[in-house]
């Protein structure tokens, strides 16, 4: 593996890191308040062909590797965290499953335009009492015909507010637990498809996070993905994927928190000098740097590994383990140095905190990242 990044790659995290810095930041502060669905910033994304990255040219998409995914991610989470997962769930969680699992037929209505960025997707996996372990799933789908019949519900679905489809996972056989589980593309325009609650969140306040019920929602047996039984393996290679992208969101977030917090220290002053003159400031300074690399370099092999067409589960749950982690780490810190500065709003750093939080939590809470890699270490 070659830890220094070409130079498309150099190229490309540039003109992200401009673009980002013009288009997403200016608003970031706005959204996190109204807790408006950001589809401006979407459409900008759209524009930057940063929608559908890793999708084949031929589909819609950009046709490029994960590597250039990863800094996509990170450059918009450093800014606007929500805008960051709204991108990657649009490419990870929806589009990567239909691409690898749908049928052609289907592919030019529920893949191309999410690719494109003309429409955007979402993923529903959890329920009420069904987050960490699927297999206890109670929405189910019943086939009738050359349809399915799908009913119950789904919480804290990403993008839901502001998706045209869904990939959303239905017992198909209630006597095989988790090999009883089939994965469907469902489009908001079915007839009992519709929006139910809409969370209001500590962070990431305007990815349009909701409930999604299905109520006899019928969907052509076309818009099953795989074959019966095979979601729960879709969602695990799915949600795979998606961890790179929650590390990468995470790395920016951290980063954010050490550019803020570096800044600021050398503008701060007390006792008659800077805080950066400090050894304790600079002690955090550090550490933060120190861990946010090491974040990054973690993503980046998941990535790398992915690209090789290699196994990634390990190395994904490890980058989303540490990176999640760090940006909690970096942004207390990024607060103790903005003082009481830092709690308030005025600052950007109470917001990466609050941000950085539901990185150890969702697409895997830091727990299963803990089983998933022991897991590997105790192979027999």
Same mark, same amino acid.
């Given at each position: 593996m070659d830890i220094v990044l070409s130079k498309e790659n150099e190229l490309?995290? @540039?003109? $992200?890191?401009? %673009?980002?810095?013009?288009?997403?930041?200016?608003?970031?502060?706005?959204?996190? *308040?109204?807790?408006?669905?950001? %589809?401006?910033?979407?459409?900008k994304c759209a524009e930057m062909n940063l929608t559908g990255m890793m999708v084949s040219e031929s589909q819609g998409g950009a046709g490029m590797d994960t590597i250039s995914y990863v800094l996509a991610i990170e450059e918009l989470s450093r800014v606007c965290a929500s805008t960051g997962v709204?991108?990657?769930?649009?490419?990870?969680?929806? /589009?990567?499953?239909?691409?690898?699992?749908?049928?052609?037929?289907?592919?030019?209505? $529920?893949?191309?335009?999410?690719?494109?960025?003309?429409?955007?997707? /979402?993923?529903?996996?959890?329920?009420?009492?069904?987050?960490?372990?699927?297999?206890?799933?109670?929405?189910t789908a019943v086939r009738d015909g050359d349809h399915y019949l799908l009913n119950g519900s789904k919480i804290f679905v990403t993008n839901g507010l502001g998706a045209d489809a869904a990939v959303v996972f239905a017992v198909t056989d209630a006597t095989s637990r988790h090999k009883g589980i089939s994965a469907f593309v469902v489009e908001k325009g079915?007839?009992?498809? *519709?929006?139910?609650? @809409?969370?209001?969140?500590?962070?990431?306040? /305007?990815?349009?996070?909701?409930?999604?019920?299905?109520?006899?929602?019928?969907?052509?047996?076309?818009?099953?993905?795989?074959?019966?039984?095979?979601g729960f393996k879709i969602a695990m290679n799915t949600l795979d994927g998606g961890r790179i992208g929650i590390a990468a969101q995470a790395v920016g977030i951290a980063r954010g928190a050490l550019e803020e917090s570096t800044r600021y220290s050398q503008e701060r002053k007390q006792f008659g000098k800077k805080i950066s003159d400090f050894q304790a400031i600079q002690f955090m300074l550090a550490d933060m740097a120190t861990?946010?690399?090491?974040?990054?370099? $973690?993503?980046?092999?998941?990535?790398?590994?992915?690209? @090789?067409?290699?196994?990634?589960?390990?190395?994904?749950?490890?980058?989303? $383990?540490?990176?999640?982690?760090?940006?909690?780490?970096?942004?207390?810190?990024?607060?103790?140095?903005?003082?009481?500065?830092?709690?308030?709003?005025?600052?950007?750093?109470?917001? %990466?905190?609050?941000?950085?939080?539901?990185?150890?939590?969702?697409?895997?809470?830091?727990?299963? @990242?803990?089983?998933?890699?022991?897991?590997?270490?105790?192979?027999?």
């Open positions: 490309i995290r @540039q003109s $992200l890191r401009e %673009f980002a810095a013009r288009e997403i930041a200016p608003k970031a502060a706005e959204y996190d *308040r109204s807790r408006e669905f950001p %589809f401006e910033n979407f459409r709204i991108i990657s769930v649009n490419n990870s969680l929806y /589009c990567h499953p239909v691409e690898k699992f749908a049928r052609e037929e289907i592919k030019k209505n $529920l893949l191309a335009p999410f690719a494109r960025g003309e429409k955007i997707g /979402c993923f529903g996996l959890s329920e009420p009492d069904a987050g960490s372990d699927p297999s206890n799933m109670r929405t079915n007839s009992g498809f *519709r929006i139910g609650k @809409q969370e209001r969140k500590l962070g990431i306040t /305007c990815s349009g996070s909701v409930e999604i019920i299905m109520e006899d929602c019928k969907i052509p047996a076309t818009q099953l993905l795989g074959k019966e039984g095979e861990e946010v690399d090491a974040a990054r370099l $973690l993503t980046y092999r998941a990535a790398w590994k992915k690209d @090789q067409g290699e196994r990634y589960s390990l190395e994904a749950a490890m980058a989303k $383990l540490f990176a999640s982690e760090v940006a909690m780490r970096a942004t207390t810190k990024g607060i103790q140095i903005f003082g009481g500065y830092g709690y308030m709003n005025d600052y950007p750093m109470e917001r %990466f905190f609050r941000d950085a939080k539901v990185t150890e939590i969702y697409e895997g809470t830091s727990e299963i @990242q803990r089983i998933v890699i022991a897991s590997h270490l105790l192979k027999d």
